[in-house]
């Protein structure tokens, strides 16, 4: 007893301090219910374990050479690792024995550890040490669902943020014009914060939102693109894929969604018919539905923006570069008046080059072909 006492005086006396050569406070973190490990060192001089009944195992059914993973808690002590009595991992808790006297209970043996991360057994000594439980890697990053359908945060190259259903953009408000990704998880509920159509306040939410616009179920979820927007003055509910969306009047921001389907545009009224008609003179009409036509092997025009134009940009050649027609065979595209914005970002796709802008009195997208 007198050994064990000296031994034990020793090797508390030779410590550097409470947080020791690891620069880890062991009692501390122990007490703090943190995992951690314990590794037995087998090496000539310390130990040689030879099983869970040989005499000259200190550890008894614990395993030489091996690193178990402890947690301390209100519960007493829990220890996963190989177990040589029963010849298969497990997970087995025992009560006695105190972080705060340096106490390790592994399996109903009791060990000593010093202030720098020193195992110790009562009979053997020294035979392992301390070691910071590693953290579990990070999960992988969401892949594309081939059955999610309109997929843009993927086609577009955006990073994707998954979120929670009662998700608003209101967070967002200071990024306006740019252009968001964000993953709604499978088995959403619907949000009565849903005002607007096509265009949304921005304290709607965005999942909620993408249901109304046709992009995303509930039971499936997915991922959609948002564009952060400028306030407008007037936003128009309706009632579309099952969910109604509220009217509302003047609100600070906004949000629409890229590459939204195309709804019925057989009412539609008609915005343009050459290639060079814009839509500045029905700037204010937002969330307004136009059709415009577009002759076969028409000229492009100016055109600035990406998935958000400014309004004075050719319709048809935006059309071209948001992909839903070709400028060989022409076509009709139904855009939708959107506010200004106070950025416009240029970019080359499908062989049209747009420009960047800044502040701009009013906007479109582009929503499909007709």
Request: some cysteine; overall charge neutral; charged content about 10%.
């Amino acid at each position: 007893m007198k050994a064990w006492i000296t031994l034990l005086l020793v090797l508390l006396a030779g410590a550097v301090s409470t947080v020791a050569a690891q620069g880890v406070d062991w009692v501390g973190l122990i007490r703090s219910g943190q995992t951690f490990q314990v590794v037995f060192d087998v090496a000539p001089g310390k130990f040689q374990d030879h099983g869970a009944i040989a005499p000259a195992s200190p550890m008894g059914t614990l395993k030489g050479g091996d690193t178990y993973t402890v947690t301390y808690g209100a519960q007493g002590w829990s220890v996963t690792g190989f177990n040589q009595g029963t010849g298969a991992p497990g997970t087995w808790s025992y009560k006695p024995g105190r972080p705060e006297d340096h106490d390790l209970d592994l399996w109903g043996r009791l060990y000593k550890f010093s202030d720098s991360g020193e195992v110790f057994d009562t009979q053997y000594g020294l035979v392992g040490h301390l070691t910071l439980a590693a953290a579990p890697p990070p999960p992988p990053p969401p892949l594309p669902d081939p059955n999610l359908g309109n997929n843009p945060g993927f086609t577009t190259g955006i990073s994707t943020e998954p979120i929670l259903w009662s998700t608003t953009a209101s967070q967002y408000v200071n990024r306006k014009g740019q252009t968001l990704g964000f993953l709604c998880p499978p088995g959403g509920k619907a949000s009565d914060r849903l005002w607007g159509t096509g265009y949304y306040t921005e304290d709607t939410s965005i999942c909620t939102a993408a249901v109304h616009a046709g992009l995303i179920g509930f039971a499936s979820g997915g991922v959609v693109t948002v564009q952060i927007q400028s306030g407008a003055n007037s936003y128009s509910g309706s009632t579309r894929n099952g969910l109604t969306s509220k009217d509302y009047g003047p609100w600070q921001g906004s949000f629409s969604f890229v590459g939204a389907p195309p709804s019925t545009f057989t009412t539609l009224p008609q915005g343009g018919i050459h290639w060079s008609s814009t839509a500045k003179d029905l700037r204010g009409r937002n969330g307004q539905r136009y059709a415009y036509h577009c002759p076969p092997g028409g000229s492009f025009g100016s055109i600035w923006g990406s998935d958000l134009y400014t309004d004075d940009s050719s319709v048809c050649t935006a059309a071209v570069h948001a992909g839903v027609l070709s400028q060989v065979h022409g076509g009709s595209v139904v855009i939708e008046i959107r506010p200004g914005s106070s950025a416009y970002r240029g970019s080359a796709r499908n062989g049209v080059s747009t420009a960047n802008y800044g502040n701009w009195g009013g906007s479109y997208v582009v929503i499909g072909a007709q």
